[in-house]
């Protein structure tokens, strides 16, 4: 069932043609540099960057695929969560793509999205590979369609929430953040470290350098049920970084580096312990990590000892589909197709909140 996929739910415009997990062809268009003088996302700049790369990179995708409109079988698009100003632009685009080409057209659940990208299987580049073989840094390889139920962590800039995944469609959510994201505290603490925006990478590069152990920050929740807490560690991190100066340490210096691994250290640990908890209550045959900061080494390293030490596959996604991207909502909208789940009308809104379990 090929579909044309379409994202524009924050700050990437995503398009890609899918058929089932398989990709055939993918663009994304980054927005990071418009907003970086920023340090995050400006939602006025991001609408008006979605609205210019659109058109273009759904053209740019059924070329590369091979297909034209009338060889694909329907449209899958984010309808939410997200920024309602640049949910709308994707979605706009198409309810009259799907009206005009006469492509009934499905509506996407972003964060449960995140959570199939380990089962998209490559088709360019000679680099497919068999669902469930998530992979990363000491992951298990899982071949085949994965054992359910699945506890899914889906970690990003926007969302932090921990699912059961009954199948690919059914969640159940196990517990969330009670206040910033994962993605948003490493945002929030490099920009207080002044390295700039977005920070994810930029902590690890510097934590490959640093000393975990440098710095005292306690584990928020650790051992305190299934939801999170992440605002406390970006606070730690401006502490420590007033009270030992580090305003005047050069770019790149030692102290520099013991923060960002003490904080990434923290944040992982947290992580790694509720994905390793909620697959120990619920049972699950295995566990998802996903969201752009499963991109995070430290934590696909933490996550695949958890999974170890229950004996249950980690499923997850290379790092390109870790960040948003358009193919993750293709796989869930062929999915939502065939059953003729959430179909898109003229009226149908931008779901800036919209609850995993909540329908389709
Ligand atoms: O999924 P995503 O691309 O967009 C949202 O839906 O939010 O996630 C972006 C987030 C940003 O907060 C970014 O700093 C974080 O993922 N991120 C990372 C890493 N790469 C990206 N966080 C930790 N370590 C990384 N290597
Ligand atoms: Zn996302």
């Not at 380990?118 to 000491?138: H, S």
């Not at 994965?146 to 995944?165: D, E, I, K, N, R």
């Not at 970006?234 to 030992?244: F, G, M, P, Q, S």
């Not at 049972?283 to 900061?293: D, F, H, I, W, Y």
Request: glycine share 12%.
């Amino acid at each position: 069932m090929p579909v044309l996929a379409l994202e524009s739910s924050c700050d990437e415009t995503a398009a890609a043609v899918t058929d089932g997990p398989l990709v055939l062809a993918e663009a994304v268009r980054s927005q990071v540099d418009l907003h970086r003088r920023y340090g995050g996302v400006v939602p006025e700049i991001a609408s008006r960057a979605h609205l210019e790369a659109v058109d273009a990179l759904a053209s740019e995708v059924l070329e590369r695929s091979g297909k034209r409109l009338s060889d694909l079988d329907g449209i899958a698009v984010t309808q939410g969560p997200g920024l309602v100003g640049a949910l709308l632009v994707a979605l706009s685009f198409a309810k009259g793509l799907s009206l005009a080409a006469g492509l009934p057209a499905t509506g996407v659940n972003h964060v449960k999205a995140h959570a199939l990208a380990p089962f998209l299987i490559a088709r360019t580049g000679g680099t497919a590979r068999a669902p469930g073989g998530g992979g990363g840094p000491g992951a298990p390889a899982a071949p085949g369609e994965p054992g359910f139920p699945l506890v899914a962590l889906v970690a990003s800039g926007g969302h932090t929430s921990l699912f059961l995944m009954e199948d690919l469609l059914t969640f159940r959510t196990l517990g969330r953040t009670l206040d910033d994201a994962a993605g948003e505290a490493f945002d929030k603490s490099a920009k207080l470290m002044g390295l700039g925006y977005p920070g994810g990478a930029v902590i690890e590069r510097m934590a490959e350098r640093g000393d975990p152990e440098a710095y005292r920050i306690s584990r928020p929740m650790l051992r305190d049920g299934l939801d999170f807490s992440f605002s406390g560690l970006k606070t730690r991190v401006a502490d420590l970084y007033r009270a030992h100066g580090l305003d005047r340490a050069p770019d790149g210096a030692r102290e520099l580096c013991d923060l960002a691994a003490s904080f990434q250290a923290a944040a992982v640990e947290v992580m790694a312990a509720k994905l390793e908890a909620a697959v120990r209550a619920t049972g699950a045959k295995g566990a998802v990590l996903a969201g752009g900061v499963a991109a995070n080494g430290a934590l696909r390293r933490a996550a695949a000892a958890a999974c170890g030490r229950l004996g249950v596959a980690l499923h997850v996604p290379r790092p390109s589909w870790c960040a948003d991207n358009a193919a993750m909502i293709g796989y869930l909208g062929a999915l939502q197709l065939a059953r003729g789940e959430n179909p898109l009308a003229p009226e149908s809104e931008a779901r800036t909140r919209w609850p995993a379990e909540c329908p389709p």
